[in-house]
């Protein structure tokens, strides 16, 4: 790539104190707003009424539990096409 | 004015023009010449009249009438004529001083001939704006001069072309079988129940450009290996193109329905198997024209307002993490997720706009997808297609996974690379920042975007039920992700190339069209050797009678004569005697 411009340096690690995101605190942080939000959300789901178009809409939680496997699936499973479909970098001769 | 002023002054050549008029202009000057021609072009889009529609009898015999209708405004044309001048200015301020000549000229003729597109009102027009669109993009690909990036283009082009080649024929079918030129809604089968192949070619031509899959590589093939300014404007025309043809000639076909679920499901998994994160978005890409394309096989007035609204939002929000991804790029030089991490540091600008786009595109509420996908997802809901709709909530989490958390934590959060880039140059943090306001505005003021939608929607997205259960499908989503970060079940991000459908044309399919070149190539030389040996064989013989050496042209001795001559003397002499 001729066009790019490279600006400041690269660090080692160490040379520097850690950045905001990587402070225990502040992911101890993101963990506990994570979960709360979850688990608000998760309530108001039994709270409100959900009922939309299909009759599984009317349970609270299942956007939620959907949305927990379903990513861990593709997650999960999705790793595996690896197996079948990966080649080196330089794979294709172009 | 008379009709011929109108339609040299509207939209798509007022932009086609301008780009060529920036040829000769420098950097600066260029970009102002280039917004102001936008200006001017929206103003005029803005200021037609609905419903509005110039035609020319092309051909008035009596036995044959053909219409061009070079310029049709209409609620459907309008919005992706609108949104493709949005796209068209946040790119000239983008690439302002960091792309160049040639790639500013193609991209603003790119840009033009989207919009003459979206306004065509008959298909010769359309072919003529549809192949300017192929053949100006392709300069983008071209672009970085690489040679990964030439054969790229080539493939590109070949596939583009290949969809202007359908276009042209069912062109031809429809004229030839007496129904005109003019683009309207069309049924993929006649009244008798046959296949329609006038219909088809034409359903084929938008399909490749809105990359169906099977039909789908060129995208990310040449996306990701465009310039960086090249891939953002890539990003924002020639899909959404296609998803207007579409939604214009096909509207509520049923294939469709499938065909879109199909798109939104499976570039998730590559997507998150990539390792380059442009090529990333680009499936993404793929993924989000499949929510549209579904909404147009549904085909009712909310599906179709889903369908544009959809496009509209994407379009902005897709060219947001591409230019955050071309910021990384130009200053880091690289896309690889396993080169980058961490520098939320040094760019946190960017981190934020490219974590805006994300939380867009993965539809969170006050966020643009989230007003857009909800119309669809109704839509959907009201037709009853529960499993499409099932499908649809898949790909959404799916649409998380790999645009809403891969992009901004590979680049900007997750392992530390160590590189400590300056911050994005000014332009592109100023395309990005109205890019970025853009995307909320949409998201908090819907019903701005709702009016201009091609029917009149009564519909509130934010009701208690509808943020609820959004919010509950992506928070346990981003929840899943932490986990499996946590546990170290997230893969790791490899260097490497992951095949998709293009492995059969670009392997087996290169190899057997190079078998078929040497085999060709072979049987030709067989023939040759064939014939002219047997020319070389007459050859021969013709020398050997009649060249130097042959029996006519032997020199004969002069007692050879003589003798001869002797003979026949004698010979007379007997004569003489006996007579």
Redesign the interface.
């Known amino acids: 790539m001729t066009e790019h411009e490279q600006g400041g340096e690269t660090h080692e690690h160490g040379s520097e104190p850690p950045g905001f995101f990587d402070k225990p605190s502040t992911r101890k942080a993101v963990w506990i707003v994570l979960i709360v939000l979850c688990a608000g959300f998760a309530l108001a789901g039994f709270v409100i009424d959900t009922h939309g178009y299909f009759a599984v809409e009317g349970f609270g939680a299942f956007y939620a539990i959907f949305g927990f496997i379903v990513f861990s699936f593709i997650v999960l499973a999705g790793q595996h096409l690896r197996k079948i479909l990966m080649r080196p970098e330089d794979y294709y001769d172009d | 004015m008379t009709d011929l002023q109108a339609v040299l002054t509207s939209p798509g050549v007022i932009v086609v023009l301008t780009a060529l008029v920036g040829m000769g202009l420098g950097p600066t000057a260029r970009a102002a010449v280039y917004l102001a021609g936008l200006a001017v072009s929206a103003l005029v889009l803005v200021g037609y009249e609905q419903g509005l529609a110039i035609s020319f009898a092309l051909v008035d015999a009596p036995y044959l009438s053909v219409d061009l209708t070079p310029l049709r405004v209409d609620r459907l044309s309008f919005i992706f004529a609108l949104i493709f001048h949005i796209a068209a200015a946040l790119n000239v301020i983008y690439a302002w001083r960091?792309?160049d000549r040639v790639q500013d000229v193609a991209g603003l003729a790119y840009a033009g001939a989207a919009i003459g597109g979206a306004l065509a009102g008959d298909l010769l027009t359309l072919f003529v704006y549809w192949e300017i669109t192929a053949i100006a993009s392709a300069f983008l690909v071209f672009a970085?001069?690489?040679?990964?990036s030439f054969?790229?283009g080539m493939r590109y082009l070949v596939v583009q072309i290949l969809s202007g080649l359908f276009l042209l024929a069912g062109l031809v079918l429809f004229v030839s079988s007496g129904r005109g030129m003019a683009f309207e809604a069309m049924s993929l089968t006649a009244a008798s129940g046959e296949l329609d192949f006038a219909a088809l070619a034409l359903f084929l031509a938008f399909g490749i450009k809105a990359a169906f899959p099977f039909l789908h590589n060129w995208l990310q093939d040449s996306y990701p290996k465009a310039?960086?300014t090249g891939s953002v404007v890539l990003s924002a025309f020639t899909t959404k193109l296609a998803v207007y043809a579409l939604a214009r000639g096909f509207p509520g076909a049923d294939p469709l329905i499938y065909i879109g679920a199909a798109m939104t499901v499976f570039p998730?998994?590559?997507a998150?198997?990539e390792n380059n994160l442009r090529k990333v978005l680009a499936y993404s890409l793929n993924n989000q024209v499949g929510f549209m394309v579904c909404a147009v096989g549904v085909g009712t007035e909310l599906a179709i307002n889903g369908a544009a609204a959809h496009a509209f939002v994407h379009i902005i929000y897709k060219a947001l993490l591409f230019m955050s991804m071309g910021a990384v790029?130009?200053?880091?030089?690289t896309v690889k997720a396993t080169e980058l991490g961490?520098l939320?540091?040094?760019m946190p600008a960017t981190a934020v706009f490219c974590i805006i786009g994300a939380m867009s595109i993965s539809a969170f509420p006050l966020f643009s997808g989230f007003v857009a996908k909800s119309l669809t997802m109704?839509a959907?809901?009201?037709e009853?297609l529960?499993f499409v709709?099932l499908v649809l909530?898949?790909a959404s989490?799916?649409v998380?996974?790999h645009s809403g958390i891969k992009i901004p934590y590979f680049a900007f959060?997750g392992h530390?690379s160590?590189?400590?880039?300056?911050e994005a140059p000014p332009q592109m943090l100023v395309a990005m920042g109205v890019a970025a306001a853009l995307c909320i505005g949409i998201g908090v003021f819907p019903q701005a975007l709702y009016a201009i939608l091609p029917y009149d929607v009564k519909y509130q997205p934010y009701t208690?039920?509808h943020v609820?259960?959004?919010?509950?499908?992506?928070?346990?989503?981003?929840?899943?992700?932490?986990l499996?970060i946590k546990f170290k079940?997230?893969?790791d991000e490899?260097?490497?190339?992951?095949?998709?459908f293009d492995w059969f044309y670009?392997?087996p399919g290169r190899a057997l069209a190079g078998w078929v070149s040497g085999a060709s190539g072979a049987t030709f030389n067989a023939f040759w050797a064939i014939f002219s040996g047997r020319v070389h064989a007459i050859m021969e013989r013709i020398y050997a009678v009649h060249g130097p050496e042959g029996q006519m042209a032997r020199s004969w001795p002069i007692g050879f004569m003589a003798l001869w001559t002797a003979i026949l003397l004698g010979f007379v002499l007997v004569i003489a005697f006996f007579a």
Do not use: C, H
């Open positions: 960091i792309s970085p001069g690489t040679r990964e054969g790229a310039s960086i998730v998994f590559f998150l198997i790029l130009y200053r880091t030089g961490g939320y540091r040094t109704s959907l809901g009201y009853g529960f709709w909530l898949f989490a799916g998380l996974e959060f530390d160590g590189k400590r880039p300056k208690a039920a609820v259960t959004q919010m509950q499908l992506l928070l346990f989503a981003t929840l899943a992700f932490a499996l079940l997230y893969p490899v260097a490497s190339t992951n095949l998709d670009r392997v």
